[in-house]
C-alpha cells in the first residue's frame, strides 16, 4: 500500500534538504532573502486583509 505526502503528514528531512538546494540553485544564494520578503510582505498584507474583513462584518451591539 503506498501512502502519499498527505496520509504521511510532513516532509522527511531528505525530502526538505533536496527541496531547499532546489530552491537555491533556481533562485540563487542572494535572491533569496528578497525572495522571503516578498513572501513575508504577502502574507502580512493577507493577513490585515482578513482581519479587516471580520471586523466589517461583525455585527454592532445596539443598546
Known sequence: METTVFEAGA?????????????ILLFGAKK?????????KGIKEFK????EDDKDNTPKKSN
Do not use: H, S, Y
Open 32 to 40: 533569496i532573502p528578497e525572495l522571503m520578503k516578498g513572501v513575508g
Open 11 to 23: 516532509f522527511g528531512p531528505t525530502q526538505i534538504v533536496l527541496i531547499l538546494v532546489a530552491v
Open 48 to 51: 490585515d486583509a482578513t482581519n
